[in-house]
């Protein structure tokens, strides 16, 4: 080579070697022989030159087994038909790391149009490649919790269900049965208006004292007006005054809030110490219950807890009738991004702890 032509040869090999991909050049066989390969192999997969050179299976070797037949097959139909080798794999380097390639070549044909050699370029996709699967990863969670919201929301919503029909009997079996009485009563005296006694009035009027006590209840249950116009402590206290008042239990609430949670947040936390309330007035035998509300950790706590009877805590896994309550709990406050805790012990009381995050931020922090 003359002297002239030496600085363009030294030009390209700079140009070769300085760029960040790996530069080759093969044997059209079922090796891919090699018969070039630039040194950014070297620093990219920590083998030199001379192994590529000397060295006839390294390539296939070392790519990952589960890539490692793809890889062959592509490489046996680019032989084939003289078409294009587009493939992307995984590498397992001489220290163990594995990195991504992306390896494509061009097939050179001699003067006589028989395949002379390939000439190809492989790319370190690696950062690529765990991009990809982190976004793959993050759809996949955010899939899982999609499906798990709306299963929550159906667990809800059954349970909401099961509540409206609840009432819808109690209304009809107490309230509606009552005042069918009272009103059959009412024809009898108008018939009969001798009948009409002070005793006679003075039942009548007791009776329906106790429609109304009893609808007052259930309206109560369905949304009680404190919630909305003084807050969830109070329509807590009230709640447990009610219920207070119908069993004979002592009840304690602490008031521990730093601002007044918003309104949904509220009708949440609320419904979970209903249930809990609820649970312990059907199951627990409690003299005592008592409800703490606290601000904490971005959201409210709620604790209520009991002195009752206990129970087996497997129940909440497996819902006996007349249980769905603890359940319940449960997957309302998942379902808002909470979590909730159920905790007895036999002959011990009952603890039910829930946490709900907040979104809104008290006035002028």
Known sequence: MSDEGRPFVEDYRELVEGIPAILYVDRPDEFSTNFYTSPQAEALLGYTQEEWGTDQELWLRIIHPDDVEAVRKENERSNI????FHSEYRIVAKDGRIVWIRDDALLVLDEHDRPAYWRGIMLDITAEKQAEEKLRWSLEVLRRTIQQRRELAQKVETAQEEERRQIAADIHDDPIQVM??????????????????????GELQSTVRQSIE????????????????????VAIDQYLAQTAKEIGWGYQVTDELTHEPDPDLRVSLYRIVQEAVANARKH??????SVRVTTAEGGVVVLVADDGTGFDTDVVDTPEPGHLGLTTMIERAELVGGWCRVSSVANGGTTVECWLPSDDEPAGS
Do not use: K, Y
Not at 180 to 201: C, F, H, Y
Not at 284 to 289: E, F, H, I, L
């Open 214 to 233: 009893r609808l007052r209840s259930l309206v109560f249950e369905l949304h009680p007006a404190a919630l909305d116009r003084e807050g969830l402590v």
């Open 284 to 289: 627990a035998d409690a003299r005592q219950v």
């Open 81 to 84: 038909e003289g078409g294009a």
């Open 180 to 201: 069918s009485a009272v009103d059959l009563r009412l024809a009898m005296l108008a018939e009969q208006p001798e009948s009409i006694t002070d005793a006679a009035l």
